[in-house]
């Protein structure tokens, strides 16, 4: 699949699916960012295309994903596959985000690494009450 069988709506993917979808270039600026993605981290399209991911990425962890960005594009896939990950990500608004996300390295008809693809959803509720429900069962919690 190449994304050019006139039979598949890929625009209508993009923009249908239930998850914030995100696709950045080689460079790690910003092409498709979805309705969901908006949703989730508050940004519209206008104000995230173009940009680089630090918009969303909590500065503390830029210097770690840069560093994960650029072995993943070198190998061609991810170090951890499709395995989901809950993260931290930065809202427009400032407040506290997490984010359950799964990336793929996309890949050029030639088979190069031309940028990366991210899946998220808002796992902030379930994160703190996770992280609730663990620091009451302490001991002298």
Known sequence: ??????????QGIVTDVAEALIYADRDGII????AQAEAVFGFSAAEALGQSLDLIIPEHLREAHWVGWR??????????????????????EGRKLYVDM?????????GRA??????AR?????????????????PGG
């Open 1 to 10: 699949m190449n994304g050019t069988t006139p039979d598949i709506p890929w």
């Open 71 to 92: 072995a993943a594009l070198e190998r061609g896939r991810t170090r951890l596959g499709a395995q989901i990950r809950t993260t931290r990500g930065l809202h427009r």
């Open 31 to 34: 092409r498709v960012w979805n």
């Open 114 to 119: 031309c940028g990366s693809v991210a899946m």
């Open 122 to 138: 808002d796992a902030t509720e379930r994160y703190l009450a996770e992280r609730a429900r663990r620091d009451t069962a302490k």
């Open 102 to 110: 799964s990336f793929a390295v996309v890949h050029d008809a030639e």
